[in-house]
């Protein structure tokens, strides 16, 4: 679920990020540019994998399914 489906119940004017309410919230955001999510990203280990990916995507997708690759391999 992202803003624009939690923005009914929670912000009914508002599809800013709920954390850093800077950016409209969708999943690039929340991948990218996010302060709150890179912390995340970065205490998982998990930051250069996203940030190796993030300049070859071209959907989110594709993006999506290299990280959860690279993050857990076989």
Same mark, same amino acid.
């Given at each position: 679920?992202?803003?624009?489906?939690?923005?009914?119940?929670?912000?009914?004017?508002?599809?800013?990020?709920?954390?850093? *309410?800077?950016?409209? *919230?969708?999943? &690039?955001?929340?991948?990218?540019?996010?302060?709150?999510?890179?912390?995340? &990203?970065? *205490?998982?280990?998990?930051?250069?994998?996203? *940030?190796?990916?993030?300049?070859?995507?071209?959907?989110?997708?594709?993006?999506?399914?290299?990280?959860?690759?690279?993050?857990?391999?076989?």
């Amino acid at each position: 679920m992202d803003a624009s489906q939690l923005n009914t119940i929670f912000k009914p004017n508002s599809l800013e990020c709920v954390c850093c *309410e800077t950016n409209i *919230e969708n999943a &690039w955001h929340f991948f990218s540019s996010c302060d709150h999510a890179k912390r995340i &990203w970065r *205490e998982a280990n998990i930051w250069h994998i996203i *940030e190796q990916n993030w300049d070859s995507a071209d959907s989110f997708k594709p993006f999506l399914f290299n990280i959860s690759q690279e993050s857990h391999p076989n």
